[in-house]
């Protein structure tokens, strides 16, 4: 069980380790590079080879501003990808977000939310839990961890304002 996670630069990091943090603590081993598209291209075509014999199931890339990584990752591979836009521009993440869905047929990229390293991870570790019966059995326990809490807080809610 193996996930790779690409940055297009040092920056981005941040908003990619808790991405990190939730893929080990469900057992997958996660190789992590920073690696541009535009600055590093042939390390990153490098890497993109070893993806195909090293046991990786998805790759979760992040970029920002003109966000070509993803895109550029899914060109090499026909292991999902999921895309992160960051923001750090003067448009917030907006210019990363269009430039990530945008592809041409084809050539598809998942797509999370601005800064979602979170949901990428969920959304891999959801991938993975097609072949991986333990992921999906924690994830369900998650699913019901999170139910339990928000029924919770609705309780408290109800109790305070009855």
Not at 104 to 129: F, S
């Amino acid at each position: 069980m193996r996930v790779a996670i690409i940055m297009g630069s040092a920056s981005d990091l941040p908003r990619l380790e808790p991405a990190i943090d939730i893929l080990k603590s469900y057992g997958v081993a996660v190789d992590v590079r920073c690696l541009s598209a535009h600055r590093a291209h042939a390390g990153l075509s490098a890497f993109m080879e070893e993806t195909k014999t090293n046991g990786t199931e998805v790759i979760i890339a992040g970029a920002g501003m003109a966000a070509a990584l993803p895109g550029v990752v899914a060109s090499q591979t026909v292991l999902p990808v999921i895309g992160v836009p960051i923001s750090g521009s003067t448009l917030d993440g907006m210019d990363a977000l269009l430039s990530i869905v945008q592809m041409p047929p084809g050539i598809p990229v998942a797509t999370v939310a601005i800064n979602g390293g979170k949901n990428a991870a969920y959304l891999a570790l959801q991938m993975m839990a097609l072949r991986h019966e333990e992921i999906k059995e924690k994830l369900l326990e998650h699913r019901a961890e999170m139910e339990e809490a928000a029924m919770k807080t609705n309780e408290e809610v109800i109790q305070k304002y009855q």
